[in-house]
């Protein structure tokens, strides 16, 4: 019995692409989000915790980016992400 095997799809780079730039403005977005609440922490240590919690925050966004169904999808759902959120940021701000 021969297994069943997908053919790979050609929208990997759409998705990436996706992952990559609009991943980063939400990451952006939400450690500017972060910064807005009021931490009870020096300023320097609530920078170092803003730098440091981006790529995390990029890089979840990058690797679950590929769950999209298509490239399309994975670019209309992130730009409505990142309308959200830089919303909310300007809101608050």
Same mark, same amino acid.
């Given at each position: 019995?021969?297994?069943?095997?997908?053919?790979?799809?050609?929208? *990997?780079?759409?998705?990436?692409?996706?992952?990559?730039?609009?991943?980063?403005?939400?990451?952006?977005?939400?450690?500017?989000?972060i910064y807005?609440?009021?931490?009870?922490?020096?300023?320097s240590a609530?920078?170092?915790?803003?730098? *440091?919690?981006?790529?995390?925050?990029?890089?979840?966004?990058?690797?679950?980016?590929?769950?999209?169904?298509?490239?399309?999808?994975? *670019?209309? *759902?992130?730009?409505?992400?990142?309308?959200?959120?830089?919303?909310?940021?300007?809101?608050?701000?």
């Open positions: 019995m021969k297994a069943k095997t997908e053919p790979m799809r050609n929208d *990997w780079l759409s998705k990436t692409l996706a992952g990559l730039i609009l991943g980063f403005f939400i990451a952006l977005a939400t450690t500017g989000l807005l609440l009021p931490l009870k922490i020096r300023i609530e920078a170092q915790l803003i730098m *440091w919690l981006l790529p995390p925050i990029w890089l979840t966004i990058l690797s679950t980016c590929f769950l999209f169904r298509s490239g399309l999808r994975a *670019w209309l *759902w992130l730009t409505g992400a990142n309308i959200i959120l830089f919303a909310i940021y300007f809101l608050f701000k």
